[in-house]
T-cell receptor, first 113, second 114 residues
Framework: KAGVTQTPRYLIKTRGQQVTLSCSPI?????VSWYQQTPGQGLQFLFE???????NKGNFPGRFSGRQFSNSRSEMNVSTLELGDSALYLC????????????FGEGSRLTVL | GNSVTQMEGPVTLSEEAFLTINCTYT??????LFWYVQYPGEGLQLLLK?????DKGSNKGFEATYRKETTSFHLEKGSVQVSDSAVYFC?????????????FGKGTKLSVKP
């Protein structure tokens, strides 16, 4: 059974640009969550999607957005990139009704110059 | 608000030593508690969980007991191996119905020397 797949794995952008990250969940998982991981702040929740609807959102500015497609794949977008957006962005999928049991991808490492 | 506090790392142990990683939490209601592990170059994996007070989660020789009276969920292992070297994260699930929103501690890096 394939795990959670995130693309791209690494990317470098400059300030002011925007970026789109993609996540394919485990087959059968309809919930997808996104996290930002940095050395200073640790793991911080960005948002959660289920059945193409955003179910919960963390405390991030509106530059961070996401969506989920009918096949449960998800994308997140960060517009007007800032240096502080440099981080590892993790996607996790889970089965509906199983709280907290998340299956994480290896992440997309974003560097903003 | 909800928060998780873990002991600062890194923790360095010799093989077969006893491991304790402290975790305390602040939460309203009755959260579920988790330990996740991140091995070098890999994504986070669920190690164990407990969903109510006095529950003991266990997996791969690791154990943690949900202590409501001390708001703690300390991770223990009786005899660590080199392969246990990783970063360990304590987490709680604060909200009913929001299964993907976890509050994580900062992580504790464990290095086990042969």
């Amino acid at each position: 059974k394939a795990g959670v797949t995130q693309t791209p794995r690494y990317l470098i952008k400059t300030r002011g640009q925007q970026v789109t990250l993609s996540c394919s969940p485990i087959s059968g998982h309809r919930s997808v969550s996104w996290y930002q991981q940095t050395p200073g702040q640790g793991l911080q929740f960005l948002f959660e999607y289920f059945s193409e609807t955003q179910r919960n959102k963390g405390n991030f500015p509106g530059r961070f957005s996401g969506r989920q497609f009918s096949n449960s794949r998800s994308e997140m977008n960060v517009s007007t990139l800032e240096l502080g957006d440099s981080a590892l962005y993790l996607c996790a999928s889970s089965l509906q009704g199983v709280t907290g049991e998340l299956f994480f991808g290896e992440g997309s490492r974003l560097t903003v110059l | 608000g909800n928060s998780v506090t873990q002991m600062e790392g890194p923790v360095t142990l010799s093989e077969e030593a006893f491991l304790t990683i402290n975790c305390t939490y602040t939460a309203t209601g009755y959260p579920s508690l988790f330990w996740y592990v991140q091995y070098p170059g890999e994504g986070l994996q669920l190690l164990l969980k407990a969903t109510k007070a006095d529950d003991k989660g266990s997996n791969k020789g690791f154990e943690a007991t949900y202590r409501k009276e001390t708001t703690s969920f300390h991770l223990e292992k009786g005899s660590v191996q080199v392969s246990d070297s990783a970063v360990y994260f304590c987490a709680l699930s604060p909200t009913e119905g929001s299964q993907g929103n976890l509050i994580f501690g900062k992580g504790t890096k464990l290095s086990v020397k042969p």
